[in-house]
């Protein structure tokens, strides 16, 4: 199984640590390999809502993973003013492909 992050999630990823997956290559890659019937592709939307900003810099710094990214809080918290204030809080929406593999043996 494999994750990919698009839209507002992919960009804020990009923007900090440049991870790039060429997810449809890879989908027709895996079709061409195990068959249509053996790989599913899903999508699911997610958002993420805080009402503060230092709650969305340690939902983006846990989202990034690596400990080194502790260093750029500042920029971190930069990007997520400069784009992802609604109203009262912030939100960051999450949308993602999955793909599956079914192999039998």
């Known amino acids: 199984m494999l994750q990919s992050p698009i839209g507002e999630l992919a960009d804020f990823y990009n923007h900090f640590a440049h991870f790039d997956v060429d ?53 971190i918290r930069d990007y997520f003013a400069r784009r992802h204030r609604r109203g009262d809080g912030y939100r960051l929406k999450q949308d ?8 039998t043996p």
């Open 23 to 75: 997810i449809l290559g890879l989908w027709r890659e895996l079709i061409h390999r195990f068959g249509d019937r053996a790989v599913e592709a899903r999508y699911f939307v997610n958002e993420i809502w805080t009402d503060s900003l230092d709650d969305m810099v340690e939902i983006g710094l846990f989202l990034l993973i690596d400990r080194k990214f502790r260093a750029r809080a500042g920029e």
């Open 96 to 103: 993602e492909i999955l793909l599956a593999v079914r192999h």
